[in-house]
């Protein structure tokens, strides 16, 4: 077998990743603990961000799989069959997953690895052709979502097409960002990333008035508003990381994201832990998110201090490559990037 590639950690990714991280335990603690803890504050932010941060995580999966498929491509053979490896790993970590996971939390690992298996037909295609299709699984997920009815149940293989789409629309678009190389010298490309955020935020202002002022379906103003916001927060939060004070005050971001599926399990697990403790002990949801987010965090830290990957994360290095990773720093000279 080859030697395994080595690049440099895109920062930038990570801080992406643990900034969804802390919007996927938002939504998920309020859906889990507010029959326990009842909390306004809290049912704000989830009726604000709820179906927002998911879509994050899409995007970088998507282009996760660019880069492991591109640098693969350069250093390893049979590059396919790894990312099928991978991808089966993730499905079955997800079953484990929707297995222990409160009620009320959908898991994405196996959404990731069943798409992920109809992305590869992609893989090989140009990037505009993978751009068209990308804009129309978008427009089909938008289509297909005011078709629901105003009143009454919503129609569940519309409801499915729709959601399909997105999902896959998103990790397409991810894919696609890096046969770009968009994520390349963003420095240079913030009078565009600029732009791209005002024009959502104008779409997203006349979107509220527009809902003010006429009847529309609430399917369509929700798929409209699950690619608004997200891409409002993935471009307002590539501008701000060009500032080297904002990075150092946000790298507690870089490191819960460096271990991103790690405490994603975890996530579930401590909510878990927290349901029972709020049984006996009244305490708002909303502090529980920043109770586990600190302990988390700090775990990451001080793991990542010693160590190059995540738990997790260097299970999944080792399924992948079917080889023992060296992963305590003091051995390894060269870094591995999880995509």
């Not at 049979?78 to 009620?103: D, W």
Request: proline residues 3%; charged residues 15%; hydrophobic residues 50%.
């Amino acid at each position: 077998m080859n030697k395994l590639n080595t690049y440099a950690r895109i920062d930038t990714m990570d801080y992406l990743r643990g900034f969804a991280l802390l919007g996927v335990l938002l939504v998920n603690s309020f859906q889990v603990m507010d029959n326990l803890s009842n909390n306004e504050l809290h049912s704000v932010l989830f009726s604000i961000f709820n179906r927002k941060f998911y879509p994050i995580l899409f995007f970088l999966f998507g282009f996760g799989c660019y880069l492991f498929m591109n640098r693969s491509k350069q250093k390893l053979n049979n590059r396919y069959l790894l990312y099928f490896r991978r991808i089966g790993f993730l499905f079955v970590l997800g079953l484990i997953h929707t297995f222990y996971a409160p009620p009320g939390i959908n898991d994405v690992l196996t959404v990731y690895a069943v798409l992920g298996l109809f992305m590869a037909i992609f893989f090989k295609r140009g990037k505009w052709n993978n751009f068209i299709v990308t804009i129309t699984l978008i427009a089909l997920s938008i289509v297909t979502a005011f078709y629901q009815p105003f009143y009454g149940e919503r129609i569940i293989w519309l409801d499915l097409l729709s959601n399909i789409s997105k999902w896959f629309a998103l990790m397409m678009l991810g894919f696609t960002m890096g046969q770009f190389q968009f994520f390349e010298n963003i420095h240079g490309k913030l009078k565009y990333i600029s732009i791209f955020l005002i024009v959502n935020i104008c779409t997203y202002v006349f979107l509220f008035y527009v809902k003010m002022s006429i009847d529309i379906t609430p399917a369509g103003t929700e798929i409209l508003e699950d690619y608004i916001v997200p891409f409002m927060m993935i471009s307002g939060l590539l501008i701000v990381l060009q500032w080297d004070r904002a990075k150092m005050i946000l790298s507690p971001l870089k490191y819960y994201g460096q271990m991103s599926l790690t405490n994603y399990l975890a996530q579930s697990a401590l909510l878990i832990v927290f349901s029972l403790i709020i049984g006996i002990t009244p305490i708002h949801s909303l502090i529980v998110c920043f109770i586990i987010h600190a302990l988390l965090i700090t775990f990451s830290i001080v793991w990542l201090k010693y160590f190059n990957m995540g738990p997790v994360e260097l299970l999944l290095r080792c399924f992948t490559y079917w080889v023992k990773v060296p992963n305590k720093k003091k051995i390894i000279k060269e870094s591995f990037n999880e995509t």
